[in-house]
Structures are given as structure tokens and as C-alpha cells.
């Protein structure tokens, strides 16, 4: 123990000097189950606070009550400077030394959660002693380092684009229910309660300051939208789910229809294309099922009875056959879509009807709920891994997005909130602000609730990720589009 404190201390100070320009890369580890301790003591640069980092539905509602409740059938910001989420002002160009202080006061904002990272990352590990007495095996301390930079990564969140749904209409209900980039990643759809589709042009919406943007295309639907899901493959072809229960296929191209299926008897709450097979789709309903789809079908190929309202649905990214499911009976089913009989795994923990699930790797999903939490599940052995807190969820759809280790998802304060797998705490929040003609600002308390008789009815409905780490798109109950950037 006494050597591998020494190789620790030596390791830390050897990349405190010759790192000072280093940017660390981004990525995350889980703690294992096999618990061997190494080294119970605490590095010097963590005891004294990180100083020498360097290498840096009520189901009678619309769909703003959406998710059921029971299982029952029924910017302004300045120039020169933006407010980090620490509070404090800091250029608009920052340097060198300002990225350091700034990775510094987020460390020592989560100094609690990284020292269990790095005591669970020190213990998951093995070292053996070879014959001559030295030490053989990770020491763990590279993938701490790249765990520190991800938590450390992004101080705030800027708007760099905005997008009016409703357009002209402002009497129009304008809630977005849906919002996703297509295959390339050239533009994205925005669907909701207004019965439309529209298509927008990415680099044309950054290329203008206004917020009017008219679509390069638009469908008009015959009912409330609640899911969009663009093939992967097929780059046109976007697949909706609606109140009425049905599932189309249009070509966004021509806008035209191009098959609908209409086998749900009650709303359907969402779509989603297979990656790994881009002819089938998945979709759930408050009718208690899940469906799969072939595009070359009339006909569902298989239906799961879930025995309660389902409110979300996904396919494993890399599977064909292997599908998660959220009910309003407050749990997550994975299913093997070769033995449809029982579930492989059943996820309990959650308290309220499951809105969102999505995979943020091939074996973990995130889960979101009305009861304002936020689970990260290991799907293989059915156990929660983490609890994230801190948005407010109690009653609407407000949207999840993960990607490459970040989580993004709303909250009823008209606020967007940014997780790391690692930490249960938001990193950082965005609010839409209602109460200033739609300006923007970045906010700390993460905590603060709009109560309900204040008028606060406002809140954050859809995101997605771009394919940039740091670009993701956010909507809200008003039709407000923003394109934010993590900076």
C-alpha cells in the first residue's frame, strides 16, 4: 500500500506539470461489483480541494397532463460576458487559465461525488505483486481522470439559434411533443399538439438571427402529434404517432403519406424506427400495447399485452430483436422480441408512470418518470445503477436525450437540466425565461419550483442531441425551439 501511494502521488505530479495544456477527453466508467481495495487514501490534490488540477398521464388531459397516472384502459445575455452556472462572470473568450478556474470551481461544487468515483473506480480494481515485488495492473487512475474531465467539461449553456414553432399563430396550441435531427443530420422535425410536421434546414436556422424560420417542408396531420422517429437508413422517411392512435410513414421529401397502420384503439404515445434493421418500427398505446411494425406489411408482426397504458418505447440500438418499454404502472420491461411470453428483465423502482426510456449504451438504459426522477439501469442483471434528482416532474412529458455519456432532459420550470452518468446532481441548467419576452438565462438552482398559482404552467417538452457532443436542441410547451450550446 505504502509503494502504490507513492506510484499515485508520483503519476498525479508527473501530469500536474507536464499536462498544463492538455484537454482531457470525455468519456465515463461504472464501478464493479468486485470490490478490491487497493488504497484507502486520498490524494493530496483532493484533500486540498483539486488546487493543483491542471490537465483539464392524467389520461383526461391533452398533452401537457399526458402521462397516465394509473393503469386503467382510459437572450438576453451581454456580449462580452454569459453567467456560468456557478454564478459567476466570466468572459465571453476565455483562455487558457479561465477554463482551468472554471473546471476547478466545478470540481469542488461535486468534490463529495467525485471522491466516491474515485474510491469506487480504486476498489472495482485488482493489482497483483509480481516476484520482484512491484506492482502489475490499471491503477485506475486514467479512467478517474477521464470521468473528472467529462464532470468538469462544461461550465454553461448558451442559445445560439431559436426557432418559433407556431410562427405567425400565436393563438395556436403550440406544445412540441417531438423533436428529432434526420440521418445526416442536415434537419430536423418538429411535431406536436398543433397536428403538424415541420422540416427545418440546420445550417439555414444558425445561419439567421431571427426567430421566424418557415420550413422547408410541412405536413398537416388529422390529429395531436405525440412521437417522431426518422428511419436510419431511408434517409426521407419520418414515422409519427398520433392521438388517434395511428402510426404513419411519410416521405418528407414530397410530404406525402406512405403507409399508416390503425391497429391501436386508443392514443398512441410513440414511435421508433430499429436501427439495426431500419424496416421495422415499434409503438405503444394507451390500448396496453406494444407493436412491431414491417414496412412491407399491412399488419403488426408481433404484439406485447402489457396489461397497463404504455407511454414509451425503444429499440436496443445495435438489436433487431430486443426492445424496452415504460408503463403507467411504473416499471420498465425488456423484452427478447423472439419470445414475446415474458420479459427477460423487469426494472422496478420508480414511483410513478415511466414517460422515457432510452439506451446509453448497449447494456445501461436511462429511464425518466413523473416522479422526478431519473434512473440508469444495467438491463443484463435488472439493477438500478444510479438516482438522478433535481428537475421537476410531476406530471407531462418533458423530453430525455442521452449521448456519449450526458443525459438532457426537462422539467416543469421551463428548464432544461444537464446530467453526467456519474454525478446525481444536474452539472448545469437552462431556463426558458416566460416572464422576459423569451429571453434566456442559465440558472444554479436546480431546486426552485414554479408553483402552479403563479401562473408557471410553462414547460420543457422535447430535445435532441446533434452529432456534435455539445450542440443539442430543446423545446417547450410555448413552441420555442432552441439550439443550445454546451460551452
Not at 442559445?159 to 445526416?184: H, L, M, Y
Not at 446532481?425 to 438552482?445: E, H, I
Not at 435532441?464 to 450550446?485: D, T, Y
Amino acid at each position: 500500500n505504502v509503494k502504490q501511494t507513492i506510484d499515485d502521488n508520483r503519476l498525479i505530479s508527473s501530469k500536474s506539470t507536464n499536462n498544463s495544456k492538455e484537454d482531457l477527453s470525455s468519456s465515463s466508467s461504472s464501478p464493479s461489483n468486485d470490490i478490491t481495495i487497493v488504497n484507502d487514501t486520498v490524494p493530496n490534490w483532493i484533500q486540498s480541494g483539486g488546487q493543483d488540477l491542471r490537465a483539464t398521464p392524467d389520461m383526461k388531459t391533452e398533452k401537457q397532463d399526458a402521462v397516465p397516472t394509473t393503469s386503467s384502459s382510459t437572450t438576453t445575455t451581454t456580449a462580452a460576458s454569459r453567467i456560468v452556472s456557478t454564478g459567476a462572470i466570466v468572459p465571453e473568450e476565455t483562455n487558457q487559465y479561465d477554463d482551468i478556474e472554471n473546471r476547478t470551481k466545478i470540481m469542488m461544487r461535486f468534490m463529495d461525488d467525485l471522491t466516491n468515483i474515485y474510491f469506487s473506480t480504486r476498489n472495482s480494481l485488482r493489482l497483483t505483486v509480481d516476484n520482484d515485488g512491484s506492482w502489475t495492473g490499471d491503477s485506475g487512475l486514467g479512467t478517474f481522470r477521464d470521468s473528472l474531465a467529462a464532470v468538469t467539461k462544461y461550465s454553461r449553456c448558451k442559445p445560439i439559434a431559436t426557432v418559433n414553432f407556431v410562427g405567425e399563430n400565436f393563438a395556436q396550441a403550440s406544445i412540441v411533443s417531438s423533436i428529432e435531427f434526420d440521418r445526416d443530420y442536415e434537419h430536423f422535425a418538429v411535431a406536436g399538439v398543433s397536428k403538424k410536421i415541420k422540416l427545418y434546414e440546420y445550417q439555414s436556422v444558425l445561419d439567421n438571427s431571427v426567430e421566424l424560420h418557415y420550413p422547408t417542408k410541412e405536413v398537416a396531420c388529422t390529429a395531436k402529434l405525440s412521437c417522431i422517429s426518422w428511419n436510419p437508413y431511408l434517409r426521407n422517411y419520418l414515422a409519427s404517432s398520433d392521438y388517434d392512435g395511428f402510426v404513419t410513414i411519410w416521405d418528407m421529401a414530397t410530404a406525402q403519406k406512405v403507409r399508416t397502420f390503425q391497429e391501436h384503439e386508443k392514443r398512441s404515445w410513440s414511435v421508433d424506427f430499429c436501427s439495426s434493421d431500419p424496416k421495422l418500427l415499434a409503438s405503444c398505446s394507451d390500448d396496453c400495447r406494444v407493436k412491431i411494425w414491417s414496412m412491407h406489411n399491412d399488419y403488426s408482426v408481433t404484439t406485447i399485452d402489457a396489461k397497463s397504458n404504455v407511454c414509451c418505447v425503444k429499440f436496443k440500438p445495435d438489436s433487431q430483436y430486443n426492445i424496452v418499454f415504460g408503463t403507467a404502472d411504473h416499471n420498465l420491461y425488456y423484452f427478447d422480441l423472439r419470445n414475446t411470453r415474458e420479459p427477460c428483465n423487469l426494472l422496478k423502482g420508480h414511483k410513478k408512470a415511466v414517460s422515457y426510456a432510452r439506451f446509453l449504451s448497449n447494456n445501461e438504459i436511462v429511464s425518466a418518470s413523473t416522479d422526478s426522477q431519473l434512473r440508469l439501469w444495467r438491463v443484463t442483471e435488472g439493477q438500478c445503477l444510479r438516482t438522478y434528482r433535481g428537475h421537476v416532474n410531476e406530471k407531462n412529458f418533458v423530453g430525455l436525450a442521452v449521448s456519449s455519456g450526458y443525459i438532457v432532459c426537462g422539467s416543469e420550470t421551463n428548464t432544461v437540466h444537464l446530467y453526467q452518468r456519474e454525478i446525481s446532481r444536474p452539472l448545469l441548467s437552462y431556463k426558458f425565461d416566460d416572464q422576459n419576452n423569451g429571453t434566456v438565462k442559465t440558472v444554479t438552482n436546480t431546486t426552485d419550483r414554479v408553483k402552479k398559482d403563479e401562473g408557471g404552467s410553462e414547460f420543457v417538452s422535447a430535445m435532441c442531441w446533434s452529432n456534435r457532443e455539445n450542440i443539442l436542441l430543446a423545446a417547450n410547451s410555448q413552441g420555442v425551439v432552441k439550439v443550445l450550446e454546451l460551452v
